[in-house]
């Protein structure tokens, strides 16, 4: 159970440390990202919010520059997305997922 919980906090570092870059913009999804999720009334987990960020990185800029999370509201994403869903051919599942990511950076 230590050993697991080792394991999966190295990754989590892993995957934050490889985003530096673009932290700004793309926040990682970090544990405490997660967890906030998972107790917010949304209960998100982390597979879904990397999920979601990694779509969001590789299919929301085909078209456009990444559109920051901050440049809209919490209110004005569920909106946005269902438009760029369907430009971006995203399956719902896709969908739900890049949502929720935007969705939890928000509420940060
Ligand atoms: C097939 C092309 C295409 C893809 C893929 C696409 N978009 Fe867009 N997006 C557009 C176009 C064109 C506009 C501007 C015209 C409009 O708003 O109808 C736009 C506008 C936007 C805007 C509003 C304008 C702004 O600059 O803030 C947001 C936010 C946005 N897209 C987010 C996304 C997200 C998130 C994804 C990924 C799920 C995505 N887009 C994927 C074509 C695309």
């Not at 430009?87 to 969908?95: F, G, I, M, V």
């Amino acid at each position: 159970m230590r050993r697991l919980a080792i394991l999966v906090m190295g990754l989590i570092c892993l995957v934050a440390f490889n985003s530096c870059g673009t932290t700004s913009v793309v926040p990682p999804v970090t544990r405490e990202l997660a967890q906030k999720s998972a107790t917010g009334p949304t209960r998100v987990d982390l597979a879904t919010l990397r999920e979601g960020r990694t779509v969001f990185v590789s299919r929301c800029i085909e078209c456009h520059t990444l559109p920051a999370v901050s440049s809209h509201s919490a209110q004005e994403w569920p909106r946005l997305i269902d438009e760029m869903a369907g430009r971006a051919n995203l399956k719902p599942a896709e969908r739900e997922a890049v949502l929720a990511y935007i969705l939890a950076v928000h509420a940060q």
